[in-house]
């Protein structure tokens, strides 16, 4: 979780369930645990490394056992009772932790790392949530009106099958089990047409939101540019929260526009310059003019523009094929002094794949 989403996900679902948020570090977080496993309070465990506490060993592996009608779990030295309701939630900010096979069998593995479409989703949100806060507010509610109607349909359609399945004799002759039914189907009737009207509206919905996807899509890109500089100095952390502040409030402070094409190309150009000068401020000013290259040639990549991703690959890698040097053309003496053989295979390349370059080897002579 090095985004920080599942923690955040984990406080907002348990926190009408008196979660407490605990380390392993904590000098009291045994005790802090055993109280919680005999009242049935979810715990939160943030910021694990690679191993884990020996003595968490009987709650991952539910040791448990009975003893004169109570469920008993025997954690460190002391007997605890042991209350169903309990959940236990671990995370990591390492990105790419290695667990032993012996850890992951006993607790289930979720990779919460954002990836370019989900943030890209929660990117959109954030943004109607200010543009068009009823839009966003109307697709929440209905999402849970949504989630709602279909377990009910689900918990109907059970109730159908355990009335058939503890039916005896003629289930014609059972006129209680035939009125439960008609009732039955009635009710599913109903609920489906609610789910095709809510799917209905959801797609009307999602038409209006996609009007500012393209802000989202900056958003994220440019995120995903800045989580990248990481990879030039470890020094260079900028948290997905920082970069999401500051995307909101680019939002709320850009002036109000007479259209909405207009709107949204004023919102990429602010979000663009202020996550920009946001992040060259903490750089090294040689790391700067890469930052600028960096958001350029994405921006113009995800917008399909002169970057393509070969063209950007070549830029890159240079040509990972290799060429027929025995039928290629062979290198003019007159570049002998100051194209290397490397160079010329390169440009030979450049000139074959990008009809933009088709005529570089001619202006070369």
């Known amino acids: 979780d090095p985004q920080g989403q599942a923690n955040a996900w984990v406080k907002n679902t348990e926190s009408g369930n008196g979660l407490r948020v605990i380390k392993l570090n904590d000098p009291n977080y045994l005790r802090t645990l055993e109280n919680c496993i005999r009242v049935g309070a979810p715990v939160l465990i943030e910021e694990l490394g690679e191993s884990l506490d020996p003595a968490l060993e009987p709650v991952l592996l539910k040791q448990t056992f009975r003893q004169g009608g109570r469920l008993i779990m025997r954690l460190g030295d002391n007997d605890i009772d042991y209350d169903a309701h309990f959940r236990l939630y671990l995370t990591t900010k390492m990105a790419n932790p290695h667990y032993l096979p012996d850890v992951c069998i006993k607790v289930t593995v979720i990779n919460f790392t954002v990836t370019k479409e989900g943030l890209e989703d929660q990117l959109l949100g954030e943004v109607v949530r200010q543009e068009r806060p009823e839009l ?30 503890a039916a005896q004799g003629n289930i014609l002759d059972d006129e209680t089990l035939i009125d439960t039914l008609n009732d039955a189907k009635l009710t599913s009737a109903v609920i489906k047409e609610r789910v095709m009207e809510a799917e209905a509206t959801e797609r009307e919905i999602e038409r209006a939101r996609n009007h500012y996807r393209a802000v989202a899509v900056r958003g994220c890109v440019l995120y995903f540019v800045v989580a990248d500089l990481a990879q030039m100095d470890t020094m260079y952390q900028f948290s997905l929260k920082y970069i999401t502040k500051l995307f909101n409030q680019c939002i709320a402070a850009t002036p109000a526009s007479g259209s909405l094409e207009q709107r949204l190309t004023t919102l990429c150009d602010e979000i663009t310059s202020v996550i920009y000068a946001n992040v060259a401020r903490g750089l090294f000013e040689r790391h700067k003019p890469v930052l600028s290259l960096l958001i350029c040639a994405k921006i ?66």
């Open 136 to 165: 966003e507010h109307q697709r929440n509610t209905l999402i849970q009106d949504m989630a709602e109607d279909r377990q009910q349909l689900h918990n109907v359609e059970s109730k159908i099958l355990k009335l058939l399945q």
């Open 300 to 365: 113009m990549l995800q917008q399909a523009r002169e970057v393509t991703p070969d063209t950007w690959d070549f830029f890159l890698r240079g040509n990972a094929l290799l060429l027929d040097t025995d039928h290629a053309l062979p290198k003019p003496r007159l570049l002998s002094s100051y194209v290397s053989d490397a160079a010329w295979r390169e440009c030979l390349h450049l000139a074959a794949a990008f009809p933009s370059f088709s005529r570089l080897l001619n202006a070369l002579f």
